[in-house]
């Protein structure tokens, strides 16, 4: 069954009822300032880092799930009836509720007993704040007499401290109420120059800032003592659980509207101007004020809106297309797009599935991020870049992760993923074919972020590049250290302890076990090394590449082929994984989509093999299973790939991330009908009408979608931040709609299903807007192109020299 609707016209999913099977969430906020909500209002605010500066708190895996949250309560001060037109937390009965995810703000409704009330909440561009705008109409017969309550909780700011550390943090909390501004100041006494804010528009009847005042002893979010009585308790904290609740009444004539905001905010006040006066310990409020008035006024909070619509029009519409597909369409146009950007401004941090506590910004993942949205953001992926190849290691090396505040590699995890140094290759290489600003490989950058280290960012790549070369095991292949882009095949690990992480406790030396999904891969970076150093001139060093990826290509063949597909690995005893010769886990994933999308066995029927072996072993109904059989049980020499039951993450569940590598190799190999079909097995828009299945958001992929040995198969799990995003519309816009921006131009070679007429699309590339139609002639792949009216030679569109800024280009397909 479906629990909503896409409204395509507007960019907007609505949900139509408030039960979904999960919490079904959106992002608030796309520079400094961010939240998560789900569509009951759930959900928690945070400044830059989800871990470091939180200003919501949430709590975790709680009963519902989404607790914690931006919640507005209404009460009937005639009747005494309340509850909430987000549905949760009350969880009263509604007369109808809709929740309108859009790109950056959510709009939630919910009606009771002839009283509609709607809730708009986004983040303006360059504030650190979000608006709720609030609307309530009377559409009874007679007045109506309402109170109206805001609510949200504060965290200490450290979310990880503020969920554990309670023998200090209940002794800590501080609040400032002045002029109807809640301002919550934990720990500015002493180190920290921010606060957060909380203010309405409205004129207040009362306020609380104490939890246990508002609830109540023994109560829940679900029945606050203040708004059961009508009255705030007007409480200032000290200590214990620091709240935000504004108290406002009103009397409503029949059909009457009345619009109320509430503003919540982060800000930092100079080092030396925290106090005023400055020998007081009251927060100086002079600089904050001037936001807090700007935000309180309808207009201005309209006018933001409308920037908002703007710039997420502006983005979307870099890359438009027409397909005959909607499913398609959809994503491309809209939802894949927006969740690329989510992928860019989170990495894997902070989701309903991430706890915004565990993980940084991952160096892998947020390389392979920039797939999804270099073509959106260029200049912000540059600084990605930049700030990634600053934590790489002086070894070529890299820190797995980094801290989005410190831009410090997390030593927690540290390094040794032996795949990682080649994402940065595959992420410059990105950026380069899409800005052509070729000035980026001079740009100096920092070892470990250490300064006097700096070298150009080539040398970083050139770094990454012998970082394998140097490690070489037996068969000639990678090394693949604590793991490779499978962070469960963990061959070095050897783990018998309960408890103990796989990634990081202490591994063997490891001089045995490869991997040839890095060899693949490192076959790959070897090509676009070699063509980033062609096009610096260098065509020597540009030859010495190609000769490494063919002796590499070559071992590949030898050592990696098992007859039917490649083999995924050699553990620490030599040992085959993913061969015929094992029990369990006989073929992989991984391999076969990434040796081919290195150009391994195209030429000489491999690939086609490798690829009908997937078909053969791997594909469902719902997608690609990452390996078959699952293992069964656990095996020391394998790590946490085999602690999970069979159908579930890296243990033979469609890990959605990769299954566009099999789209890619399958668009290459030719083959637009195999490629559309996997495409659209894990298209969630096309998920949509299975929703009980699927159970997550059917607007955004999630990491995985349990496999065919799970008892759930079909069911997905950790939506949202995955590199699913970037890599399914890598694969969809470049491989399959085939517009793919390369070093010298835009090549278009669209592999599309047999059976489309051809499509339509619009790109922005490097300043021009191309307006492109394709149309199919024959069953096959063989294009023709004439740009503006003109037969061009080849695939490659160099770009318009006359400077025009538009160009037509018109396609056929044989
Ligand atoms: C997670 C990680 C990613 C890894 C994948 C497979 O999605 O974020 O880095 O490649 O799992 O293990
Ligand atoms: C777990 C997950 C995997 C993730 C890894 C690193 O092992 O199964 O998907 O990549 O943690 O955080």
Known sequence: MQYGYFDDQNREY???????????????GCESYFGIISNTAGGYSFYRDA?????TRYRYNNVPFDLGGRYIYLRDNETGDYWSPSWQPTGSDLEHYTCRHGMGYSTISGARRGIAASTRYFVPLGENLEIWQFTVTNHRLAPAQLSIFSAIEFCLWDAQDDSTNFQRNFSIGEVEIEDGVIYHKTEYRERRDHFAWFACSAELDGFDTQRDTFLGGARGWDRPIAVERGQSGNSVAHG??????????????????????????????????????????????????????????????????YKLRDYWAGLLGICQVSTPDVHTDRMVNIWNAYQCMATFNMSRSASFYESGIGRGLGFRDSNQDLLGFVHMIPERARERILDLAATQLPTGGAYHQYQPLTKKGNN??????????????????AYLKETGDWSILKAPVQYDNQPGSEQALYEHLQRSFRYT??????????LIGRADWND???LNCFSDTPGQSFQTTTNKEGKVAESVFIGGLFVLAAKE???????????????GYLAEGARMEQTVREHGWDGEWFIRAYDDSGDKVGSKDCAEGKIFIEPQGFCVIAGIGLEDGLARRALDSVRKYLATPHGIVLQQPAYSRYYLNLGEISSYPPGYKENAGIFCHNNPWVIIAEAMAGNGDAAHDYYSRINPSAREPIGDIHRCEPYVYAQMIAGRDAPTHGEAKNSWLTGTAAWNYYAITQWILGIRPSYDGLEIAPVIPVRWSGFAATRKFRGVTYHIAVQRKGPGNKVKLTVDGRPLRGNIVPGPTDGRSESHINITIE
């Open 14 to 28: 609505v949900i139509t009822r408030p039960d979904t099977p999960l919490p079904w969430i959106n992002y608030l």
């Open 51 to 55: 871990r470091l500066r939180r200003l």
């Open 240 to 305: 214990w659980a620091p709240i935000g609740s504004h108290h406002v009444r009103l009397t409503l004539a029949p059909g009457e509207t009345r619009r109320i905001l509430f503003v919540l905010g982060y800000h930092e006040n100079p080092k030396d101007a925290k106090f005023d006066p400055p020998d007081s310990q009251t927060v100086n409020k002079k600089t904050v004020k001037p936001v807090i008035t700007k935000y309180l006024v309808p207009a201005n909070a309209d006018d933001a809106f």
């Open 412 to 429: 927690d995890v540290g390094g040794n993923f032996n795949d990682d140094p080649h994402w940065l290759i595959l992420g410059v290489a």
């Open 529 to 543: 090394m070699a063509a980033i150093a062609k096009h610096s001139g260098d065509v020597d060093e540009a030859a």
């Open 488 to 490: 469960c095949l963990n």
């Open 469 to 478: 070369l140097d490690r070489l095991g037996p068969h000639g292949l990678p």
